[in-house]
């Protein structure tokens, strides 16, 4: 079935350092692939989206590539603040007769000063 | 203007309990859906409407049912409330007209505590 896998969290890193959270998917059709952040106590909202093979995505310094071949989508950021402190999902979306989303584990995420 | 609000923000009740959870957006979206997070932050989905027809319809217990009056509002009633049932359930909105998957908008969540 169609799934999504993240890096298990949480990732802690110290200010300016660089930020990598692998995701990976299955997928029985051609999904959109979306990252969404989940900031302490809000709802989650969109960080960045890719719709086809080899889009990048960017949005306040982070970037995640649309790899078909690898079915991957890793996010990535060259120096975090923190203020990134929040939980990140990976996710896709399929229209299957009804568009469903599948959200990965989440990875939380914390910057320290 | 807020975009998607759910009330309440919080919700304490004793097992046995019927609640109901109201969401509305703003936003002219055709598509709402409901979540469930867990302690883990694991997210899944439990319903989506489309144009106020039901859509998806996970596995979740009948004691769940969701009503949409019109487009703009998606509302959750829960019956004979469990323990398990505690966590923050998340509205969310999209336009799908396009065909294309399309990001979603989420409310701030419930947090339902089951006593």
């Known amino acids: 079935g169609d799934s999504v896998t993240q890096m298990e969290g949480p990732v802690t890193l110290s200010e300016e350092a660089c930020l990598t959270i692998?995701?990976?998917?299955?997928?029985?059709?051609?999904?959109?692939l979306f990252w969404y952040v989940q900031y302490p106590g809000e709802g989650l909202q969109l960080l960045l989206k890719a719709t086809k093979a080899d889009d990048k995505g960017s949005n306040k310094g982070f970037e995640a590539t649309y790899r078909k071949e690898t079915t991957s989508f890793h996010l990535e950021k060259g120096s975090v603040q923190v203020s990134d402190s929040a939980v990140y999902f990976c996710?896709?979306?399929?229209?299957?007769?009804?568009?469903?989303?599948?959200f990965g584990a989440g990875t939380r995420l914390f910057v320290k000063a | 203007d807020t975009a998607v609000s759910q009330t309440p923000k919080y919700l304490v009740t004793q097992m046995g309990n019927d609640k109901s959870i109201k969401c509305e957006q703003n936003?002219?979206?055709?598509?709402m859906y409901w979540y469930k997070q867990d302690s883990k932050k694991f997210l899944k989905i439990m319903f989506s409407?489309?144009?106020?027809?039901?859509?998806i319809n996970e596995t979740v217990p009948n004691r769940f049912s969701p009503k949409s009056p019109d487009k703009a509002h998606l509302n959750l009633h829960i019956n004979s409330l469990e323990l398990g049932d505690s966590a923050v359930y998340f509205c969310?909105?999209?336009?799908?007209?396009?065909?294309?998957?399309?990001?979603?908008?989420f409310g701030p969540g419930t947090r339902l505590t089951v006593l």
């Open positions: 692998n995701c990976t998917y299955t997928a029985t059709g051609y999904p959109s």
């Open positions: 409407y489309n144009n106020k027809e039901l859509i």
């Open positions: 936003l002219g979206h055709d598509t």
């Open positions: 969310a909105s999209s336009l799908e007209g396009s065909g294309r998957p399309q990001e979603q908008f």
């Open positions: 996710a896709l979306s399929l229209n299957t007769g009804g568009f469903k989303t599948i």
